[in-house]
């Protein structure tokens, strides 16, 4: 099994968890590091997420791994908060992100620049749009090398 489809499986199976808890998912990320492998599981709410929040799911989650057992080698997993400098990776997280200062890297320059920080005006599934001193760009997902929230 790649990691595409265990992050998508684990991604419908923790759905109906965390809606039961009052979360929301974030993202999923299934790392292989060395001889180590991660499930990382990023969980949301508003008002913050709390290390109890954490806890839970980790729990509700781990058991139901265990029952699953489609992942056929040894791994960590990890529960934790995106946090205020989030990373940006998909259309929803833009969207979810409207109102936030952004710093953007980008894979070919746009009006000469490769880093843009801006304000996330509007986005839906093909792009956003960025509003920063002296410029307002539409920028497609595909031209971004990486994105995240900047903390004021």
Known sequence: MDRREIEK???RLLEPILRSLGLSLYDVEWLSSGRHNYLRIFIDKPGGVTVGDCERVSEEIGDLLDVEDFIHVSYYLEVSSPGLTRELKKPRHF????GEL?????????EGKTELTGTIRD???DGFLLLGEGFEEWIPYEV?????LVFR
């Open 95 to 98: 969207v979810k992100s409207i």
């Open 123 to 125: 986005a839906d599934e």
């Open 102 to 110: 952004a710093k953007v890297v980008l894979k070919e320059p746009i």
């Open 144 to 148: 971004v090398a990486k994105a995240k």
């Open 9 to 11: 499986r684990v991604e």
